[in-house]
């Protein structure tokens, strides 16, 4: 069983930053990919940055050149760095890995507010 465990949300100013952690149960070198996604209330699920195996991320038209996702193999975490956020990426963040049977994996979830 997979676990991904989120920190790092909260409530922050429009300009502001902030860096959501994801912490994996086991190596992230056994994902084929690994990255989040985020729900604004009404709206779909969407992509927001993904990693894979190999190779450069994958981001977001939308946050392009202000997030940044990167990985600690060591510590099996992935780490998504926000900045100049704005009051449209607010929305709950979750943690997102598929493992290579093309299985789904889901973090429980963390609360961004970027509200002044």
């Known amino acids: 069983q997979v676990q991904l465990v989120e920190s790092g949300g909260g409530l922050v100013q429009p300009g502001g930053s902030l860096t959501l952690s994801c912490a994996a149960s086991?190596?992230?070198?056994?994902?084929?990919?690994l990255g989040w996604y985020r729900q604004a209330p009404g709206k779909q699920r969407e992509l927001v940055a993904e990693?894979?195996?190999?190779?450069?991320?994958n981001y977001a038209d939308s946050v392009k050149a202000r997030f940044t996702l990167s990985r600690d193999n060591f510590k099996n975490t992935v780490h998504l760095q926000m900045g100049s956020l704005q009051p449209e990426d607010t929305a709950t963040y979750y943690c997102?890995?598929?493992?290579?049977?093309?299985?789904?994996?889901w973090g429980q979830g963390t609360q961004v507010t970027v509200s002044s």
């Open positions: 990693l894979f195996r190999y190779g450069s991320p």
């Open positions: 997102h890995a598929r493992d290579s049977d093309n299985n789904s994996h």
């Open positions: 086991r190596s992230i070198f056994s994902f084929s990919a």
